[in-house]
């Protein structure tokens, strides 16, 4: 689970009231999003769309909060957009959205991925975006190549063939 701004502000030298109210300041005057793309990788030859449940156990009174796929977690939904670099995956942007809104809502996941590689597509260019399975739907795929947006989509498959003892003879 990724680190509160209670728990950076805790770690942080002074009083920790004091650090919180400095990171809020902080995150208030700067976009996180824009200094992420200054991390954008320009000879990557793929971006990587990765989605994340963010879990938020304490956050029962949060607008944006809603119930992760467990049906128990509070979280919300984060899309990572990553290059590689080494043998790593090194973020260059991300978009979050409420689980609770999503599901007010059946077209607003689709809506919501629809902006989110509109977005990056000036960014991606002539590269392929690489995605996993949760993004294998007509509709998004549709929207992808109108688009223009050069897309690869990873299925999970299982490895077993029906037929197996053809493949020993």
Same mark, same amino acid.
């Not at 991390?39 to 156990?57: C, H, W, Y």
């Not at 049906?71 to 689980?99: D, E, K």
């Not at 739907?137 to 690869?152: A, P």
């Given at each position: 689970m990724p680190p509160r701004l209670s728990d950076i502000a805790r770690e942080m030298r002074g009083k920790e009231d004091r650090n919180y109210?400095?990171?809020q300041r902080f995150l208030e005057k700067t976009k996180p999003q824009e200094s992420l793309l200054r991390l954008f990788q320009k000879n990557a030859?793929?971006?990587i769309g990765d989605?994340? /449940?963010m879990p938020r156990p304490q956050a029962k009174k949060t607008d944006y909060i809603g119930t992760l796929s467990d049906?128990?977690?509070?979280?919300y939904w984060l899309m990572f957009l990553s290059t590689a670099f080494h043998g790593r995956s090194i973020p260059c942007g991300f978009v979050s959205n409420s689980f609770k809104t999503i599901n007010q809502e059946a077209t607003f996941r689709n809506r919501h991925h629809f902006e989110a590689f509109?977005?990056?597509?000036d960014l991606i260019g002539d590269r392929p975006l690489v995605l996993d399975c /949760?993004?294998?739907y007509l509709e998004l795929m549709e929207n992808l190549v109108f688009e223009g947006i050069n897309f690869v989509i990873r299925l999970k498959v299982d490895p077993k063939f029906a037929n197996q003892e053809s493949l020993s003879t």
């Amino acid at each position: 689970m990724p680190p509160r701004l209670s728990d950076i502000a805790r770690e942080m030298r002074g009083k920790e009231d004091r650090n919180y109210k400095y990171i809020q300041r902080f995150l208030e005057k700067t976009k996180p999003q824009e200094s992420l793309l200054r991390l954008f990788q320009k000879n990557a030859s793929f971006v990587i769309g990765d989605p994340t /449940e963010m879990p938020r156990p304490q956050a029962k009174k949060t607008d944006y909060i809603g119930t992760l796929s467990d049906g128990q977690t509070s979280g919300y939904w984060l899309m990572f957009l990553s290059t590689a670099f080494h043998g790593r995956s090194i973020p260059c942007g991300f978009v979050s959205n409420s689980f609770k809104t999503i599901n007010q809502e059946a077209t607003f996941r689709n809506r919501h991925h629809f902006e989110a590689f509109a977005n990056v597509k000036d960014l991606i260019g002539d590269r392929p975006l690489v995605l996993d399975c /949760e993004f294998s739907y007509l509709e998004l795929m549709e929207n992808l190549v109108f688009e223009g947006i050069n897309f690869v989509i990873r299925l999970k498959v299982d490895p077993k063939f029906a037929n197996q003892e053809s493949l020993s003879t």
